[in-house]
């Protein structure tokens, strides 16, 4: 197995890097280095400009080459964007042995078959994740290797993406020298690092809230039943509060950073922020807060419109898991159980040693969990294909997420 396993988390603001190693068996991961690069050539997620952002991965992988004393060749890669659906999708085939035992090449063939779906020619599906198998009729079954039957049959979610972003993404990302050991739907990234398998047997929804989208992922009895990225995030805020305190982007960010939260201020409390040049600006305490909860209390109103979707609103046992740089603020733990009722917390890196508690950097290190295990299950790189490398069901069946 290697011995070094990088993430690449590319996002609308920043580009975020992990390198890690294995601390032994079975004994999760260890974060060596990581870095950080103003993202460019992305907006809401999506990549539209390769070659801008091609640079500016080279310049974090060189900086990361220097940390690490070695050469990087391959990262596990996030796709992100509004472009990113979910759709159910059904394969059928006949058990090829004829003692009817169902082998591992009659799972691949099913997981095949469920993606001739019938879509628009822009689009194509990223992975294929199963929710179960149905053998001669008989549903809910997780692993159907070994069992005896004439017909299997799965009930798959598909996650498919606009085709023109996926290509953007690759190209840019080969033109950095680096190749693709998998490239990874932006929500799922965090659900890697952050959600044990209790907690998505149970039932549960990792919000992450970027900079420019959100990424939300549910699971319930082990299996992602929704996905969906919203195009509203923490930029939305420092936008809002630009407006409001009729200051620049730079400055309300700085401000947002320094003095925002989502719980209601009390009294009239006034805070003054000298900018250059000298100028000052003015604000009660309170009006920042109200600016910054009503943006955040539309974004978690649209997430619960998402899990409205899969009647999960209001009925998630292990709750929501948040992630991301926008869940950074003061109080919004809080104000989050008072929108979701249900219970609230930001993510805590499992089996990952070393961790940044950044929640910014969860995604990056749920990439590099997902690196690791592509090598435990011996797949391979895809950077090679890039034409068709994700339109088909992955070497290492991944029969249940993460």
Known sequence: MKTHFIGLDIGSAS???????????????????????????????AVVNPEELAKRISALKTRL???ISRRIEEAVVSIGGSHIFITPSRGVVAVSRADGQISQEDVERVLQAAQALSLPSN?????????????DGNGGVKEAV?????????????ICAFSPYVKHLSDAVLASGLEIADIVPAPLASAHALLSPNQKESGVALLDVGAATCGLAVFEEGDLIHLAV??????????????????????AEIIKKEYGSCLSSQGKRVERVQIEGGEEIKFPRKLLTYIIASRMQEIFQLANK??????????????????GGGVKLPGV?????????????RGTPQGIWNAQADPAFFGAMGLVRRAYEIAESGGGVHGSRPGNAWKTVKKAIRVFLP
Do not use: C, H, W
Not at 235 to 249: E, H, K, S, Y
Not at 333 to 345: A, D, H, L, P
């Open 333 to 345: 733990i809080e104000f989050g159980k008072k929108e979701f009722r249900v219970s609230v917390k």
């Open 123 to 135: 689009k194509e599906i990223l992975e294929v994740v199963p929710q179960e198998f149905i053998v």
């Open 15 to 45: 580009l975020k890097m992990i390198a890690a190693k294995p601390q032994g068996e079975g004994e999760g991961l260890e974060i060596i280095a990581f870095g950080e690069e103003q993202s460019a050539g992305v907006r809401k997620g």
């Open 306 to 323: 998402e899990l409205k979707k899969v009647a999960r609103q209001g009925k998630l046992p292990a709750g929501v898991i948040l992630a």
């Open 230 to 251: 919203l195009p509203i995030g923490s930029d939305n805020i420092t936008q809002d509060i630009a407006i409001g305190l009729r200051t620049v982007p730079e400055v």
């Open 65 to 67: 080459e220097q940390t």
């Open 146 to 158: 070994g069992m005896r039957g004439i017909r299997l049959e799965t009930e798959v979610a598909a």
